[in-house]
C-alpha cells in the first residue's frame, strides 16, 4: 500500500498540474534551456493563441493550475501541515519528514515550489503582455487582466512565504539575461504583491464569484491576499529582524529590514478591516448553524458558503478522505494529530486545559479548566458531542475540537474508533495506522463511504476566509495599539465556537497570545501554523522539540488506560537557518553572481 500511495502521489501530482491541456510547455526562471513559443497546441505560436478568444481563455486558466495542492498534506505541496506542531504524517515519504529531521540543503531539495510557482508567474506575464491583440470587448478582457494580476501577485506572495526577498517579474523573463536576476528587499517585494492586488482590485473581476466562476479570482479575494500579505510584512520575521543584518546583495542592499516600522502593524490592520468591511457589505459572512460544532465543521464541507473568500476547486474527495480515515473505516490513516495540538483545543468553558509542560513532558493542567487527565466518562456529552465511556481527557472540550479530532472511543461513521492494538483502527504489521492515536476530523465528510465510494462528493481547499480576516485583524490592531478593538473580532470567533468572551483588561501581550492561541486552533490544518510560527519566531520552541502522543502500542480497550499514556513520538529538528527555505542550487548556479542564497544555506560558492 505504501508503494501504492507513493507512486500514485507522484504521478497524480504531475498529471493534475497540467491538466488542463498537456502540451503547454513554459520555461522555468533561470532556466537555460530554448525557448519553445509553443501553447496551448504544440504547433501554435502566441500570435495565433492570442487571436482566439477561446485559446487565449485555455491559457489564463492554465495559470491556475500552478496553484499549491496544499490539501493533500500527506504529499509534498502540503508539507506545512506535517512540517509544523500540528501534524504527525503517517508515512516516511512526505517531504515534511525531511524538515523534521533538518535533512534538507539546496542541492537535495528536490521539492518544486520554486519551479512551480515561477512558471505560474511567467504565464501570468505572457498572457498580459499579449491579451490586446486578444478579439473581444473590453469589460471581458478586463476581467481576465484583474484574474492575471491576482494570480501574479499570489503566486509571488506563496514564494515571499517561503524563500523572504524574492526576485520581482512584471514581465516575462529574457532568459539570456540570467545572471542579472536578484532578490529584492522585502519592502520592495509587499509593494508588489499589494499593488497587483490594487491592479486587480481596479477592474471588474467580480466580488463574489457565481457558480459559474467558482474558483476564479475575485475582489474578496485580492483584499484578502493584500491584507495577509501586510500581516507578514509586519510580523517580526521580516520587520525589525536583526538575525538577518548581514542578508544583502551583491551590491549591499539591505534585503530585510533590522529596524521595526510599527506603522507596518497599521497598515495590515487596515487591510484587514477594509477586506472585512467590504466583503461584509457584499454579502459575505461568517458560517453559522444554530450548533457550534456543526457551524464549524460544515464551513468546511459546504462548498462556497458564505465564508469563503477564495477556495481552489479539486476533484473528488477520494483521496483526501483516504488520507483522513481511519484504516478500519477504509482509509490510510494519514493525518495524525500531535499530543500538543489535542492539549491546545480549549474546555468548554472557555479555559485552556494545558498551560505548558514540565521537563519529564507531563503536562501542566489548568485547575480553572476542570480538566480531568485520568479516567473514563460515564454519561455521554447531552448535545451528542462525545458518547459515554470516553477517557476523560476528550471530556468537556469546546466544540471545535469535536469536529476536528477523531480520537479513540470516539463516534465515527456508526461505529467507536479503536485506536488500540488489535482494535478496528489500531496499529497493522503494514503502514496504514495513526501514530499519534489522533486523526484529524476537520473538512472530512462523515457522509462518504470510501469502501464504497457512496457519498463521494467534489471537494474545495479554502484558500481565503472571512474568519482569517477577523483574527489578521486582532492581531495587528493589537501590536499597533492595544487590545481594545481587538476583543470585538476575537470574541465573535470564539462566540461562533460556542466558547464565552474574553476577560476584560487583558495586556497588549496578554492578548497577543489570546490571539496566537485562538488562531491555532481556528485554522488548525489550514496550512497557515507552519508559516505563523515563522513569522512570529517561535519555532524554535514549536517545531524544534519532542512531539507526543498515545501509546498505540499498549492498550486492549476502549477502557484499558495503558493506551492513554503519553508517549514521544518524534523528536524535531530546527535550526535559524529553516525561517527561509533555501532556493535551489541549481538555480542559484544559473542565475550567478547576482541571484545570493538565503542565509546559513551557503554552500561551496567557488564552484562553477
Not at 490592520?269 to 456543526?294: F, S, V, W
Request: charge should be negative; glycine fraction near 6%.
Amino acid at each position: 500500500m505504501w508503494d501504492y500511495k507513493l507512486i500514485f502521489n507522484q504521478q497524480y501530482k504531475n498529471v493534475m498540474r497540467k491538466y488542463i491541456y498537456s502540451s503547454l510547455l513554459f520555461i522555468l526562471l533561470c532556466s537555460c534551456a530554448d525557448y519553445l513559443e509553443k501553447t496551448p497546441d504544440e504547433d501554435m505560436t502566441l500570435q495565433e493563441v492570442f487571436e482566439s478568444r477561446n485559446y487565449a481563455e485555455k491559457f489564463l486558466t492554465s495559470a491556475y493550475t500552478h496553484m499549491s495542492r496544499e490539501c493533500y498534506q500527506a504529499d509534498n505541496a502540503g508539507f506545512a501541515g506535517g512540517a509544523s506542531d500540528e501534524l504527525e504524517i503517517t508515512w516516511t515519504y512526505p517531504y515534511c519528514n525531511k524538515l523534521n529531521e533538518g535533512s534538507w540543503n539546496p542541492s537535495t531539495t528536490t521539492f518544486e515550489n520554486w519551479k512551480i510557482y515561477w512558471e505560474g508567474i511567467r504565464i501570468t506575464n505572457i498572457f498580459l503582455e499579449n491579451i490586446d491583440k486578444t478579439p473581444m470587448d473590453q469589460e471581458a478582457k478586463d476581467t481576465w487582466i484583474g484574474e492575471a494580476y491576482f494570480l501574479r501577485a499570489l503566486y509571488h506572495f506563496y514564494l515571499f512565504r517561503m524563500y523572504g526577498p524574492i526576485p520581482l517579474a512584471d514581465q516575462s523573463f529574457d532568459v539570456n539575461n540570467a545572471s542579472a536576476i536578484e532578490r529584492k528587499p522585502v519592502g520592495d517585494c509587499v509593494r508588489f504583491i499589494t499593488e497587483d492586488c490594487d491592479r486587480a482590485l481596479n477592474t471588474p473581476i467580480p466580488m463574489q464569484a457565481t457558480s459559474n466562476q467558482y474558483g476564479r479570482a475575485t475582489k474578496a479575494a485580492a483584499l484578502a491576499l493584500k491584507a495577509r500579505t501586510l500581516l507578514y510584512a509586519a510580523s517580526p520575521l521580516f520587520n525589525g529582524n536583526t538575525d538577518y543584518a548581514n542578508f544583502k546583495n551583491t551590491d549591499g542592499t539591505q534585503l530585510i529590514p533590522t529596524s521595526t516600522d510599527k506603522e507596518l502593524w497599521k497598515q495590515a490592520a487596515d487591510a484587514a478591516l477594509a477586506c472585512i468591511n467590504q466583503c461584509e457589505g457584499a454579502g459575505y459572512a461568517l458560517y453559522r448553524e444554530n450548533d457550534p460544532m456543526k457551524s464549524y465543521q460544515n464551513l468546511f464541507l459546504k462548498r462556497w458558503n458564505s465564508e469563503v473568500l477564495f477556495a481552489q476547486n479539486m476533484e473528488d474527495n477520494w483521496l483526501h478522505e483516504s488520507y483522513m480515515n481511519p484504516n478500519g473505516m477504509g482509509g490510510w490513516s494519514g493525518y495524525c494529530l500531535t499530543q500538543e495540538m489535542v492539549d491546545s483545543y480549549h474546555m468548554a468553558n472557555g479555559e485552556r486545559p494545558i498551560l505548558g509542560y514540565n521537563g519529564d513532558g507531563t503536562p501542566i493542567i489548568n485547575p480553572a479548566s476542570g480538566y480531568m487527565e485520568k479516567g473514563f466518562s460515564t454519561k455521554a456529552d447531552p448535545n451528542g458531542y462525545y458518547p459515554d465511556n470516553i477517557y476523560n481527557m476528550y471530556v468537556d472540550r469546546e466544540p471545535r475540537f469535536y469536529a476536528s479530532v477523531n480520537y479513540n472511543g470516539a463516534m465515527w461513521k456508526g461505529r467507536r474508533i479503536e485506536f488500540w492494538p488489535g482494535g478496528k483502527d489500531g496499529k497493522t504489521t503494514g503502514p496504514d495506522y495513526t501514530k499519534t492515536g489522533y486523526l484529524v476530523r476537520k473538512a472530512s465528510d462523515e457522509n462518504y463511504d470510501l469502501p464504497t465510494g457512496n457519498g463521494k462528493s467534489l471537494y474545495t481547499w479554502i484558500i481565503f476566509r472571512l474568519g482569517e480576516q477577523y483574527l489578521n485583524y486582532a492581531e495587528a490592531i493589537n501590536e499597533y495599539e492595544g487590545p481594545s478593538k481587538a476583543y470585538p473580532y476575537l470574541n465573535t470567533i470564539r462566540n461562533r465556537a460556542g466558547l464565552p468572551d474574553l476577560p476584560k483588561g487583558l495586556s497588549q501581550d496578554e492578548m497577543r497570545e489570546k490571539i496566537r492561541h485562538e488562531k491555532r486552533i481556528e485554522m488548525a490544518f489550514e496550512s497557515q501554523r507552519y508559516y505563523d510560527c515563522r513569522r512570529w519566531k517561535i519555532s524554535p520552541q514549536t517545531d524544534g522539540s519532542w512531539i507526543h502522543g498515545m501509546n498505540i502500542n499498549a492498550g486492549t480497550s476502549i477502557r484499558d488506560e495503558a493506551f492513554y499514556e503519553r508517549i514521544t513520538v518524534e523528536k524535531r529538528i530546527f535550526e535559524n537557518k529553516h525561517y527561509l527555505w533555501p532556493i535551489p542550487q541549481n538555480e542559484i548556479d544559473k542565475c550567478r553572481p547576482s541571484l545570493i542564497q538565503s542565509p546559513g544555506w551557503e554552500l561551496d560558492e567557488t564552484r562553477n
